[in-house]
């Protein structure tokens, strides 16, 4: 009986999340910006995609592959879908996240559901960066002058920022096809 109920959970945001085709994330469209700016405008420390992969995937696949084209429809807005992710992560995933971290992890199901590149910031240092992105996004780093690609492995991404960089002012920035997520470094790294 307990295993047909947590059976029922695994399967339950897919019913309740269901399909959306939400506006995809642009550089012009403000609620995307500060979407994607309030998860992940500075080092984070908190690497969502590798919690997901230990936490969610064994249930919702490798970055949320399970969830189907049907994911988000009937969501009302942001704090839906965050209500859930809270749900899930402190029920079947079993693993309850601060309101920061949870802030992220919806960041990522946001991307998930609006079928956007995810992009975040986990770690800064004078002269790396490091974070995760949605495996099949294309990193850089631009300053308006000089771009540098950023390799990726799976999801995890880290960058030696070359000496003749500047910095200031420069942004990670992550592509799939026309969608864009960008972050700003608000400030040189320290």
């Avoid at 399909?19 to 403000?30: E, L, N």
């Avoid at 936490?55 to 049907?70: D, V, W």
């Avoid at 988000?72 to 899930?88: H, N, R, S, T, Y």
């Avoid at 030696?160 to 960008?182: H, L, N, S, Y």
Wanted: charged share 25%; hydrophobic share 40%; glycine share 10%.
């Amino acid at each position: 009986m307990k295993a047909l109920w947590l059976l029922g959970l695994a399967f339950l945001p897919l019913g309740v999340l269901g399909a959306q085709t939400a506006p995809p994330h642009k550089k012009s469209s403000a609620a995307s910006s500060a979407a994607s700016s309030a998860a992940s405008s500075a080092a984070s420390g908190f690497a969502p995609l590798a919690y997901f992969d230990a936490n969610c995937a064994r249930c919702h696949g490798p970055n949320g592959s399970f969830y189907g084209a049907g994911f988000g429809k009937g969501l009302k807005d942001d704090a839906a879908l965050k209500k859930i992710v809270k749900e899930m992560c402190e029920g079947p995933g079993n693993a309850p996240l601060d309101e920061a971290r949870l802030e992220i992890l919806t960041d990522f199901h946001r991307a998930l559901r609006d079928d956007a590149p995810f992009l975040v910031i986990v770690s800064q240092s004078a002269t790396t960066l490091g974070g995760e992105a949605s495996p099949d996004a294309k990193l850089t780093l631009e300053n308006g002058e000089k771009c540098v690609a950023i390799e990726t492995k799976g999801s995890a991404w880290k960058l030696e920022i070359p000496a003749d960089f500047p910095v200031k002012g420069a942004k990670v920035v992550a592509r799939r096809g026309e969608k864009i997520r960008e972050i700003g470094l608000e400030t040189a790294p320290e």
